[in-house]
């Protein structure tokens, strides 16, 4: 599976961005739907964080640092997940990755995967920075 990631940019503190996440190449009789997904960032000199998930169920779960600021969700039909970005501030300023993780036939639908080890494929990353 390839990942594709675009949208990030410029944009002052206060403003908005929505970043995609286009997958492509699934694995034979496995849709996109049957994914969890996720969104993480990395900071320069910083680990990489969770941002946002969404489950194959499709429940969610946010950092409390994005939490009433960011919206994560999915387009199955077009094997697209998104971001949206409201009241952007500077710390929220990094390289955005998407990931997809490949949950066990046995696991819950709704279980969110909050670690990196759990996902299976990742994006190339897009940079976000926020100018105060």
Same mark, same amino acid.
């Given at each position: 599976?390839? /990942?594709?990631?675009?949208?990030?940019?410029?944009?002052? $503190?206060?403003?908005?961005?929505? /970043?995609?996440?286009? *997958?492509?190449?699934?694995?034979?009789?496995?849709?996109?739907?049957?994914?969890? #997904?996720?969104?993480?960032?990395? $900071?320069?000199?910083?680990?990489?964080?969770?941002? *946002?998930?969404?489950?194959?169920?499709?429940?969610?779960?946010?950092?409390?640092?994005?939490?009433?600021?960011? !919206?994560?969700?999915?387009?199955?039909?077009?094997?697209?997940?998104?971001?949206? %970005?409201?009241?952007?501030?500077?710390?929220?300023? *990094?390289?955005?990755?998407? $990931?997809?993780?490949?949950?066990? $036939?046995?696991? &819950?639908?709704?279980?969110? *995967?909050?670690? %990196?080890?759990?996902?299976?494929?990742?994006?190339?990353? !897009?940079?976000? #920075?926020?100018? &105060?």
């Amino acid at each position: 599976v390839q /990942l594709q990631a675009f949208g990030g940019g410029l944009v002052q $503190a206060g403003g908005s961005l929505r /970043l995609s996440c286009a *997958a492509s190449g699934q694995a034979s009789g496995r849709s996109f739907s049957s994914y969890g #997904t996720g969104w993480f960032r990395q $900071a320069p000199g910083q680990g990489r964080e969770i941002v *946002a998930v969404t489950s194959v169920g499709g429940s969610t779960s946010y950092s409390e640092s994005v939490k009433g600021r960011f !919206t994560v969700s999915r387009d199955n039909a077009k094997n697209t997940v998104y971001l949206q %970005m409201n009241s952007l501030k500077p710390e929220d300023s *990094a390289v955005y990755y998407c $990931a997809l993780d490949r949950p066990p $036939a046995w696991r &819950s639908r709704f279980y969110i *995967a909050r670690s %990196m080890n759990e996902y299976d494929y990742w994006g190339q990353g !897009t940079q976000v #920075t926020v100018s &105060s």
